[in-house]
């Protein structure tokens, strides 16, 4: 098992509580989706929390910058 941080955990773990929160309408997190999509463009290979995310999928066109920058490396 490797003992290295999973980078996009924090966005899977941010669209479970978001869904909690909002009565699991996915609509009202498409902003956590797109953070989590993003960091899996990047870190793909090596983030168990992209197995099955499909990263062609854009969540919020134009994303704002902040969703756009949010990714980078830990």
Do not use: W
Request: with cysteine; glycine share 2%; charged share 25%.
């Amino acid at each position: 098992m490797s003992t290295k941080k999973d980078p996009c955990k924090v966005h899977a773990c941010a669209i479970q509580k978001c869904l909690k929160n909002n009565n699991f309408q996915e609509s009202l997190c498409l902003e956590y989706f797109e953070y989590l999509r993003k960091c899996c463009v990047k870190f793909h290979a090596s983030s168990i929390s992209c197995s099955g995310i499909d990263i062609t999928t854009v969540y919020i066109k134009n994303a704002p910058a902040s969703i756009k920058e949010s990714t980078s490396e830990r």
